[in-house]
């Protein structure tokens, strides 16, 4: 399985490699793709962004909005113009600015959205819901879309649903102290990513409200506040107190309003009696010093731990006179020294260069050893004590303030959908609120509104082709990064290693020395063949060549040629001599004009 992994990884490389040395030697094509991408580049032109459409929910709702037109989000959003208590003056404003406008970067053309613009600033605005929420049995489902488009360092992106209270809400008095039933989105601060999912639970006999945090999230969801993409959030609090969260359409997180809140909804049914207390006479030393044990007499507290090593000797070539560091020779006083202000110059102290070589300078003196009379103050060993009693505990009694509600999913009706934040980001959007009680709807309102923006999203950011992918994918799982480093540059690790070994390039003198030791052929040599082949061919061309007239000429041609053959398969040396008094005998014939032909000069026989 190892080997069919490195081959997979090896081809993968080649191919890299491969596309990255295309042969370029052919000008003609080099210059008519050149021609054709200057072509491109003069006709093509930006595509036109996709015209928004506005979405129309199909189904129950108690809020939607897809801020269609600034001038009825105007008259549906309010600002708020309350003040934060405890916080500094200049702090203590809600003048965030808001703006209802189509982003610059908008995927979509005149799809407008709420933006808040400005930095470092508390920023609060609200809307009424078109009908009070009351959790009467059926599913709770909140949904809207954040995009981060500058990323975001510190600040939230949450929406609060404010409670419906006694008296008529004033939006414009909204501030972080305004009663909510529930607050969920996107938050971060430094490395701290959270998405939160906060009830708050009214205790049935005391009437308090306390908060319930949602369990934290498992999945990882850094990349939504830095890839400035528009991500669609969506909770889903069901009549059987179950819940889920969920970003672009994947659960995320999910539980039991019962069982996956911090602090849990219901109380213990028994605790510790606050008002018990440990007794003055309740021991709980598990062991205590022996009362019994005295000190013995030979027991001498006046030794030393550590004594000077009588024994040891002062190694050869201590140079007791010379220290360990001596005034820097090359040194020179400054020119500004002034003795009266600064005091008497002395030159920086260095490294004596005497001792580099020596056992040590200066005064010797024995090392110290551990002392074998060294007992230290005496103490009395530790022993059980009988008057243990164990550790003491409060007394446990019935809670007092228990109660059980097995359905924390009937929260405090809605009747508002606010945001209260602080940023220090600016040019975050939001976008196509809903509050239903269908999924279906939530569903249906989701493909109408973030499906079509993060097609065309992904579309235009996914230009970059599939680097970008890569990118967009390892951003997600970091793990992928390993991955890459691996299989991009292990193959070029191990190509390097083929194509240049050790001893350097191939060279031609390489070439020909292994062709000398394997007897493999040259580009100039003929195709190979038998000396006696050779010899007989040779006297075949002479017997055509003289005609008729030479059949006693090629008679002894024969016989030599049988001979040299039986020769060469005794000695190489002497089948050299043959070849050659043939070929004599050919010049001497050619040369008295007996034939035209020449026979071509035939490359030596290489010995073994």
């Known amino acids: 399985m190892k080997l069919h992994s490195l081959l997979l990884l090896c081809v993968f490389g080649l191919l890299l490699v491969g596309l990255s040395h295309c042969d370029t030697s052919n000008d003609d094509d080099v210059d008519l793709a050149t021609e054709d991408d200057d072509h491109d580049e003069a006709t093509d032109e930006p595509k036109e962004k996709a015209q928004y459409i506005k979405p129309e929910p ?17 008259k549906k959003w309010v600002q708020s113009q309350a003040k934060k208590d405890g916080v500094d003056e200049t702090l203590a404003k809600y003048d965030g600015n808001w703006e209802f406008e189509e982003p610059i970067d908008s995927a979509l053309m005149g799809d407008i959205a709420l933006v808040l613009k400005s930095k470092a600033k508390h920023h609060a605005i609200s809307a009424k819901l078109d009908k009070v929420y009351d959790f009467k049995g059926k599913p709770f489902i909140v949904q809207y879309e954040v995009r981060f488009a500058n990323g975001q360092d510190c600040g939230g992106a949450y929406i609060k649903l404010l409670s419906k209270q006694s008296k008529s809400l004033d939006l414009k008095q909204l501030h972080d102290k305004t009663p909510y039933t529930v607050m969920f989105g996107p938050d971060k601060c430094g490395m701290d990513h959270k998405l939160h999912f906060i009830f708050r639970h009214k205790n049935p006999k005391t009437g308090v409200f306390e908060e319930k945090h949602a369990k934290k999230h498992t999945a990882n969801i850094d990349s939504y506040f830095t890839d400035k993409k528009t991500h669609l959030y969506t909770l889903i609090v069901n009549p059987d107190n179950t ?27 028994e605790i510790e009696d606050p008002n018990d207390k440990k007794p003055s006479d309740w021991d709980d030393k598990e062991k205590i010093p022996d009362p019994d044990a005295t000190k013995p007499d030979d027991w001498d507290e006046s030794e030393p731990e550590m004594i000077l090593d009588i024994d040891a000797v002062k190694p050869e070539g201590w140079l007791d006179d010379e220290p360990q560091l001596v005034p820097d020779p090359a040194a020179e006083k400054p020119a500004d020294w002034d003795e009266d202000m600064d005091g008497e110059w ?24 551990k002392n074998p009379k060294y007992k230290g103050k005496w103490s009395a060993p530790y022993v059980d004590n009988p008057n243990y009693k164990g550790v003491w505990k409060a007394k446990i009694i019935p809670n007092p303030n228990y109660f059980e509600d097995m359905e924390p999913y009937k929260m405090t009706p809605i009747d508002a959908l606010g945001l209260e934040l602080w940023s220090m980001s600016d040019n975050i ?11 279906a709807v939530a569903e249906q309102w989701a493909r109408d509104s973030w499906g079509m923006k993060s097609v065309e ?40 290693i083929c194509l240049c070994p ?3 390039p191939i060279k031609s003198e390489d070439v020909d020395a292994q062709r000398k030791k394997t007897d493999e052929a ?13 010899k007989t061919n040779k006297a075949t061309e002479h017997t055509n060549s003289t005609g008729a007239g030479g059949d006693n000429n090629a008679s002894e041609i024969k016989k030599s040629s049988k001979a040299d053959l039986e020769s060469t398969t005794e000695a190489g040396d002497d089948a050299e001599e043959e070849e050659e008094e043939v070929e004599e005998e050919e010049e001497t014939k050619n040369s008295a004009g007996d034939s035209p032909r020449k026979s071509p000069r035939k490359r030596k026989p290489r010995k073994e």
């Open 58 to 74: 199909k189904g129950n709702t108690f809020f939607f909005e897809p801020f269609h037109t600034k001038k009825d989000a105007h």
């Open 243 to 269: 819940f889920e969260v969920l970003v672009d359409n994947t659960v995320v997180n999910s539980g039991s309003l019962l069982s996956d809140v911090n602090p849990p909804v219901n109380p213990p049914k």
């Open 346 to 369: 002395e030159a920086p102290l260095v490294e004596n260069e005497k001792c580099k070589g020596a056992a040590g300078c200066g005064e010797w003196k024995p090392p110290t050893i």
């Open 429 to 439: 959007i939001f976008d196509n609120f809903i509050i239903t009680d269908d999924r």
């Open 457 to 496: 999203e992904r579309a235009s950011l996914t230009a970059g082709g599939i680097w970008y992918t890569l990118i967009e994918a390892a951003d997600k799982w970091k793990i992928l990064w390993a991955v890459y480093v691996v299989v991009l540059l292990l193959p070029i690790v191990l190509l390097a």
């Open 502 to 504: 050790k001893s350097g």
């Open 522 to 534: 040259s580009p100039d040599d003929e195709p190979e063949e038998s000396i006696g082949d050779s």
